[in-house]
């Protein structure tokens, strides 16, 4: 649209100021606020504003329930969960099931200003967080298609201004982590004026206008906004698995959550934990009017929050189910809620002192959660899968050395989760803070029985069989006599084997322990 065009379309919208500053602006400056009007819809914000103003301050949690539909681990046989298994695994071969990744958060709080996804917590094998999540969509698009002829497994990943062009930089830089160029798709999380509490889109100078990211809720309309959505329909997918970049324990694609969400005929499914203490600062699922929501910890009552279910046997909570921002929806609900918001609907309200032109003013943002649109997904159409926290939840949000939540939180629960794959196919891990298994080698702790057969050990956090750098080496055991060769060959002993005279591999932890035993 030219300036004429806008002009009038503000004008039209009751927002003529604008254009106060035009007469006096300069070239570049005019062309920067074209730039910006030309990224807003002045009616679809007047309308959003009406609706999230009439909604601000209503009660939120006076008519909710506990929901109670969730799919605990213990429920449902092996077969049952095999089959949902391989049903999630079809989809992923015949092109039905999609990835969508939420990766628009900077870094802050870890202290970098690059993508979240770009930040490496430590790990022995040196990934970044993209990385590691782009080698698993690629190894479970190889379980589902052993001989490489399915479709490849699309990947939507939502960047945000601040983090688009790192992004890009990071993913061509590393050569798209081994994925095919054409299966992965970027596209921007939109933003949103900042209002007067009248509705007034607040200048923060006479050529930009003061504005907002509208929430991990907006995927809905930069899905649509993007030609994203018309991809997928296109593209023959029918759902797509989501998540949050900052969960380093992230199964991306699980076809075990995919098939049965989907064998459910399931508009709307989500995997749920099951809450620490009273006190986590997580929101849970409730139900409310016969639809899932759900309510933040800010909305719950302590008392409530606390209380125990009267129809637990062993003592959870009334409100259990912790939200990890891991979902699936179906491609026609992604479309009909597109359609339902481009109409105008209630977003969040945060009143908040906004930078203008004139100094701070009081104003107000908009924001939309992903999980606000859970309401429009029919009863009967919904899915909640309950997994294990220690398996699938380990966020990177806080500081470095932070007690919760943190890179260090986060590696520590993804090498325990790697030890425990190892030990279950008849390994040993000698170190003391466990091992990493690349996604190459194992999606979720399968393919690991012929690395550890004979009870192999592994005698350090970095294995390159592990990360399969290189596949186990055949070596003669009784040829090893000191633990320097011991280490130069890998630390890699099968249990069978003989060693060393007075030296119990399993037992030594350190290299000064295997200084001192020699």
């Avoid at 479709?151 to 983090?163: A, D, E, G, V």
């Avoid at 504005?211 to 906004?225: C, E, I, T």
């Avoid at 008849?426 to 091992?435: F, T």
């Amino acid at each position: 649209m030219d300036e004429a065009s806008l002009r009038a379309a503000a004008e039209a919208a009751g927002q003529g100021h604008l254009f106060a500053g035009w007469e006096g602006m300069s070239g570049e400056q005019r062309v920067e606020l074209i730039a910006d009007l030309q990224n807003v819809d002045l009616g679809y914000v007047n309308a959003i504003h009406t609706a999230s103003m009439a909604a601000d301050g209503a009660p939120v949690a006076c008519d909710a329930q506990p929901y109670r539909g969730v799919l605990r681990l213990e429920d449902g046989v092996g077969e049952e969960r095999k089959d949902w298994r391989a049903h999630g695994l079809e989809l992923i071969a015949q092109g039905k099931a999609a990835v969508l990744l939420l990766a628009g958060g900077q870094g802050t709080r870890l202290g970098s200003s690059a993508p979240k996804g770009c930040y490496d917590v430590g790990l022995p094998s040196g990934y970044s967080l993209f990385q590691l999540q782009a080698a698993r969509l690629k190894k479970v698009q190889a379980l589902a298609s052993p001989d490489g002829q399915s479709k490849p497994l699309q990947w939507y990943i939502m960047t945000s201004r601040f983090t688009h062009a790192a992004t890009l930089e990071h993913f061509e830089a590393g050569d798209f982590f081994g994925l095919d160029r054409a299966q992965v798709h970027f596209f921007q999380q939109g933003f949103l004026p900042c209002l007067t509490v009248e509705g007034k889109v607040i200048m923060e100078s006479d050529s930009r206008l003061a504005k907002a990211p509208d929430g991990n809720g907006g995927v809905y309309m930069a899905l649509h906004r993007s030609g994203c959505l018309a991809h997928m329909v296109s593209s023959g997918v029918e759902c797509v698995d989501v998540y949050c970049v900052d969960n380093i324990l992230a199964r991306v694609g699980d076809p075990l959550f995919l098939g049965y969400c989907h064998s459910r005929g399931a508009e709307v499914g989500s995997k749920a934990v099951a809450k620490a203490h009273p006190e986590e600062k997580v929101g849970v699922f409730a139900s409310r009017g016969g639809a899932l929501a759900v309510l933040e910890y800010s909305e719950l009552d302590p008392a409530v929050a606390s209380a125990s279910d009267p129809e637990s046997t062993s003592g959870a909570l009334l409100y259990n189910w912790s939200n990890i921002c891991m979902h699936y929806f179906s491609v026609a609900w992604l479309s009909r809620v597109a359609q339902s918001l481009a109409a105008g609907a209630a977003y969040h309200v945060a009143r908040k002192n906004i930078p203008s032109k004139d100094g701070p003013v009081s104003g107000i943002k908009l924001e939309l959660f992903i999980f606000d649109t859970f309401g429009m997904a029919a009863p009967g159409a919904v899915a909640l899968m309950e997994v294990e926290r220690k398996a699938e939840f380990a966020p990177v949000k806080n500081a470095p050395g932070s007690a919760t939540d943190s890179p260090d939180t986060a590696r520590a629960a993804l090498l325990s989760l790697h030890t425990s794959w190892v030990e279950a196919a008849g390994g040993h891990v000698m170190a003391r803070d466990g091992v990493e298994v690349a996604p190459s080698v194992s999606y979720a702790g399968e393919g690991l029985t012929a690395l550890c057969k004979g009870g192999v050990h592994y005698g350090g956090p970095r294995s390159e069989i592990l990360l399969g750098l290189r596949p186990p080496p055949a070596i003669d055991y009784t040829a090893i006599q000191t633990a320097d060769e011991y280490r130069r060959e890998g630390a890699v002993v099968p249990a069978s084997e003989s060693r060393p005279p007075a030296m119990h591999y399993a037992k030594i932890q350190t290299a000064d322990e295997n200084r001192r035993k020699e």
